[in-house]
């Protein structure tokens, strides 16, 4: 028997020093919801890369412009509540279609939100998160972003 030693390959964990954070845009337009809103959670918490590591904020910068044109399926804007507590006794409830019509960007920005882990990093995930309602038109052209396609539809959801 020879006494010959074993090498394991080591976990590669980042730094916070070390990652270079790129910036996305993706367009909105005829995106479900809930499927633009997992995978903008998916690059935000940095899951797409190799290199991710759970308590360092290994994600990337995303502009979701034209978020008013995005859409629900089935019943949701009619079924979906969103509930708020005013400081007073009492709640104040919202149909997400009220929702949708007063301020867009809040319900994808509040979808986005609940898909992150439920912690102290996830605040600043959700502040690499830029949400425009209409046109394309951002004020981060100075950053370059990348055109990135998300929440591709299937083909029942499709327009026809």
């Known amino acids: 028997m020879t006494n010959k030693k074993v090498h394991f390959d080591k976990t590669y964990m980042a730094k916070p020093n070390e990652v ?17 809103a997992s995978d903008i959670a998916m690059i935000l918490m940095g899951k797409h890369r190799p290199a991710y590591t759970p308590h360092v ?3 990337e ?10 859409i629900f399926t089935g019943k949701k804007l009619d079924q979906k509540k969103y509930t708020r507590y005013t400081g007073y006794p009492g709640l104040r409830f919202e149909t997400a279609r009220e929702r949708f019509s007063r301020k867009p960007e809040l319900v994808l920005i509040e979808a986005v939100r609940r898909m992150l882990p439920k912690n102290n990093l996830a605040k600043r995930m959700l502040q690499k998160l830029k949400v425009y309602k209409k046109g394309e038109q951002h004020p981060h052209q100075a950053q370059s972003p990348e055109v990135l396609e998300l929440a591709i539809p299937r083909k029942r959801f499709a327009a026809k």
């Open 61 to 70: 910068y995303v502009i979701v412009t034209n978020a008013d044109k995005s």
């Open 20 to 36: 270079q954070q790129k910036w996305y845009l993706v367009d909105a337009t005829d995106k479900v919801v809930g499927r633009l």
């Open 57 to 59: 904020d290994t994600g």
